[in-house]
């Protein structure tokens, strides 16, 4: 059964840094591709970045390039974003997705913020950007 598991989230000072990690069980992530999303309170749920295995490249949105970038972690089967100075507005849940097939690696590269192909949800984890 696939699986995703975030983790990392917490309460970090603006300027702060963070690495969250979304670890896969289930399924290796060959062939798939790990998107990357958050949602503040009161705000629709937004792409963050994209990491594509058949490139075994990351796409980050430019609203956060610059200071988020995704790796992954092939021994451990998983994938990271890690964020630095991070803002309060960076604030909300962040969770990461995954689904395979060509049609969404290639929108994980054209469109890396896209949601629309991404099937499989993890329960997201908390980030607070707060002095």
């Known amino acids: 059964q696939l699986q995703l598991v975030e983790s990392g989230g917490d309460l970090v000072q603006p300027g702060g840094s963070l690495r969250l990690s979304c670890a896969a069980s289930g399924f290796t992530l060959d062939y798939y591709a790990i998107g990357w999303f958050r949602q503040a309170p009161g705000k629709e749920r937004e792409g963050v970045g994209c990491?594509?295995?058949?490139?075994?490249?990351?796409y980050i949105a430019d609203f956060v390039k610059g200071r988020f970038t995704i790796s992954r972690d092939n021994a451990k089967n998983t994938v990271y974003l890690q964020m630095n100075s991070l803002k309060p507005e960076d604030s909300g849940v962040y969770y990461c997705?995954?689904?395979?097939?060509?049609?969404?690696?290639?929108?994980?590269?054209?469109?890396?913020?896209?949601?629309?192909?991404?099937?499989?949800w993890g329960q997201g984890t908390q980030v607070t950007v707060s002095s």
């Open positions: 990491y594509s295995s058949r490139d075994d490249s990351a």
């Open positions: 997705a995954a689904a395979v097939g060509a049609t969404v690696q290639a929108m994980c590269i054209i469109s890396p913020t896209t949601e629309d192909y991404f099937d499989s």
